[in-house]
């Protein structure tokens, strides 16, 4: 078990914690106020939309065009300039509103309940501003400024041996977990061959959230600028789902995916912004995504091998890898492909396969990389957060501690704030639980042949 979770084990067993609940009574109008202000700001700064790159695609064919050839390059990104320059603009507002929340948050009780709130009042002002850096680093060009302030927002992964022990064993043969499945061979292959598209999917997703009474707070829309399904509290259409318009999957994979995406994701939303006033999740949801890709990929895991009886290798064991990589040795976009290909290379898997994990993770390390020949050590390491957040779960599960992932969108410094003062139990529980199983009821629809509506 990590320290971690040792330590927060041993402060949730305290027999003086405070009910959670006692910091939305705390709250008053005014920091309300004040957090809705850079809500209004921050619902429309999204880390993930300023370093996609606009040429993606072109620099994408290039890069693999001559990777076949055994040539391993640097492509050469550029961003959106507009979008940059509107969130290095709102600076001045910022600013406005941090120090409306300095005046609200100095008529918070000077009680543990009040200082806990002003803290994480202060988590969001600070994550704000370093976006605001982040965008205004990525403008002049300045690698250096741009690389640490990702690290600041999302932090270093720190289990690279032990993903590298699991890539190794597994191109030796050992699969990376087994389990006894509940369905049968002929149950499995007839979920194999049905296909969602994107409207099925669709359907499915909101016939999931209607299950746990929470289909009402966003819209669910198949989107052809979207490249791969999302759960957006950020975005410049507000809260939203959307579905690539070209997504397919597979019924074998409907249900961990939709337990991912809907059951983790959007329900920890949600129960976030019933428990906490304004401070962790909608328009002022963190970045770091630990935890929230954590608890997602955790159930995922285990709705998949209860279907399918083993888990395969995906592209989240590969970023660890490939982000202490570049950033260890100030490598070139270049260098990191090449070694990743020669790590993750196989003779079990076809080398166009290989080539085309090993450009969407190096790509999405080096994504708002403003100088891309500059050997500066940048690395955007949000995508650490698949497989060590799989693991944080894992041990806050053993430690008795599985309840913490319902708040799934707090950063860990706010979770670390909230577990030494309060019961993180709600009084009435949750209020939208999980539901275990609900997997199954999705899996037996679909080997009926029944609509999700």
């Known amino acids: 078990m990590g320290t971690v979770c ?11 914690l405070l009910p959670i609940e006692e910091l939305r ?16 700001i921050a619902g429309k700064l999204n880390m993930v939309e300023m370093v996609t790159a606009v040429n993606h695609n072109t620099e994408r064919d290039k890069w693999l065009e001559l990777a076949r050839q055994g040539k391993f390059t640097t492509p050469h990104l550029e961003y959106n300039v507009d979008l940059l320059k ?12 941090a120090a409306n929340i300095t005046a609200a948050c100095a008529g918070l009780p000077a009680t ?20 605001i850096s982040a965008a205004d680093a990525i403008l002049r060009k ?16 720190t289990n690279v041996n032990e993903v590298k022990r699991i890539i190794d064993a597994h191109r030796n043969g050992s699969p990376v977990a087994t389990a006894q499945p509940i369905y049968s061979t002929e149950e499995r292959d007839k979920l194999a061959r049905i296909q969602l598209d994107a409207e099925a999917l669709r359907k499915l997703y909101v016939w999931v959230a209607r299950r746990y009474g929470i289909a009402d707070s966003r819209p669910v829309v198949v989107s052809d600028q ?21 997504f397919t999957l597979k019924g074998t994979s409907a249900a961990a995916h939709v337990i991912h995406e809907v059951g983790c994701h959007w329900r920890d939303s949600e129960n976030v912004q019933r428990l906490l006033p304004k401070v962790g999740a909608g328009a002022l949801k963190p970045v770091d ?8 990929t955790w159930e995922g895991r285990r709705v998949n091998l209860c279907v399918n009886r083993q888990v395969k290798l995906s592209r989240a064991f590969y970023y660890p890898v490939a982000i202490h990589y570049a950033y260890h040795n100030e490598a070139l976009f270049a260098e990191t492909a090449r070694y990743l290909y020669d790590f993750i290379k196989s003779e079990d898997v076809p080398v166009e396969q290989t080539l085309d994990n090993v450009w969407k993770v190096t790509y999405r390390v080096y994504r708002g990389n403003p100088q891309m020949e500059r050997r500066s050590g940048y690395v955007y390491t949000k995508d650490r957060a698949y497989f060590q957040g799989r693991q944080l779960a894992q041990e806050l599960k053993d430690a008795g501690l599985g309840y913490l992932l319902n708040y799934g969108t707090l950063a860990m410094r706010d979770l670390a ?25 999705i899996c037996t629809k679909l080997l009926k042949g029944e609509s999700f509506t």
């Open 86 to 97: 509107d969130a290095v603009a709102k600076k001045t507002a910022v600013e406005k509103a």
């Open 289 to 296: 995504e630990l935890l929230y890709e954590g608890h997602a």
């Open 226 to 246: 979207a490249t791969s399904p999302d759960v957006r509290d950020v975005s410049s259409e507000g809260p939203i789902v959307v579905i690539p318009a070209d």
């Open 6 to 16: 040792k330590r927060w084990a041993r402060a949730q067993r305290r027999n003086n």
């Open 417 to 441: 704030v909230l577990v030494n003062h309060f019961k993180m139990v709600p009084q009435g529980g949750f209020p939208y639980p999980e539901e275990p199983v609900l997997y199954r009821e």
């Open 25 to 40: 009574e705390v709250s008053t109008p005014q920091l309300e106020c004040a957090l809705d202000e850079l809500g209004e």
């Open 112 to 131: 543990v309940v009040g200082g806990d709130l002003r803290a994480l009042a202060n988590n969001r002002v600070a994550e704000v501003n370093s976006m």
């Open 142 to 157: 300045d690698a250096l400024t741009a690389g640490r302030k990702m690290i600041a927002l999302y932090g270093l992964p």
